[in-house]
């Protein structure tokens, strides 16, 4: 069945610094691949979206990259901030109209030491 | 934006008892909706697709009978938990999206059941 595999599931890095989540997808009619944020007891908020005809997409600090032979997509997040500190999650969806359901990663838990 | 709401945010509930949760979808119509729970310190996991109008799909493994949803209106979903036990403990939130856009998810419910 579809399968979202993310890593690495924590990652611990010094302001300033970058950092990189990887997550891997295995439905290849997957062409829709969202990167949510979520605080502790808070709902997921969208950062960022890339769409399978796209190879790469930035938008100030934060950046992703498409590799659909692969099926790999990645998340970078430049000159990291404590407040990017939050769990982030990966998702792909076979995006049709608004009924593509999400397959989430298992999440990276991101702490920015200051 | 668009603005997906969901109550009660907060449940205690007695065992064996049913709960039921709203999620609604403030500024715009949505014909499909979803439901994820969330365990601590895990992913979200696609509970079921929401269909205003029709029944709705469930993921391998959830119980139909004992997840009730309804998506009476194309504002409007219900999930009732029926018959809840410790193990239904959980966060639930749900998600919606505009016609052909992103899915944007409610704050969730955090269910204990006791």
């Known amino acids: 069945g579809e399968n979202v595999e993310q890593h690495p599931s924590t990652l611990s890095v010094q302001e300033g610094d970058s950092a990189v989540i990887k997550c891997t997808y295995s439905?290849?009619?997957?062409?829709?691949f969202p990167w949510y944020k979520q605080e502790l007891g808070k709902r997921p908020q969208l950062i960022i979206d890339?769409?399978?005809?796209?190879g790469e997409k930035k938008d100030q600090r934060i950046a992703v990259t498409l590799n659909k032979t692969a099926k790999h997509f990645s998340l970078h997040i430049t000159e990291t901030q404590p407040e990017d500190s939050a769990v982030y999650f990966c998702?792909?969806?076979?995006?049709?109209?608004?009924?593509?359901?999400?397959?989430f990663g298992q999440g990276t838990t991101l702490q920015v030491k200051p | 934006g668009a603005v997906v709401s969901q109550h009660p945010s907060r449940v205690i509930c007695k065992s064996g008892t049913s709960v039921k949760i709203e999620c609604r979808s403030l500024d715009f119509q949505a014909t499909t909706m979803f439901w994820y729970r969330q365990f601590p310190k895990q992913s979200l996991m696609l509970m079921a697709t929401?269909?205003?109008?029709?029944?709705?799909?469930?993921e391998q493994g959830v119980e139909k009978d004992k997840f009730l949803i309804n998506h009476a209106s194309l504002t409007l979903s219900t999930l009732t938990v029926t018959s809840a036990h410790p193990e239904d403990s959980s966060f639930y939130i749900c998600s919606a999206s505009p016609e052909g856009g992103t899915q944007y998810f409610g704050p969730g419910t955090r269910l204990t059941v006791l």
């Open positions: 998702a792909a969806s076979r995006r049709s109209g608004n009924t593509g359901k999400l397959i």
């Open positions: 890339i769409r399978s005809n796209v």
């Open positions: 439905d290849s009619a997957s062409n829709y």
């Open positions: 929401s269909n205003e109008g029709s029944k709705a799909t469930y």
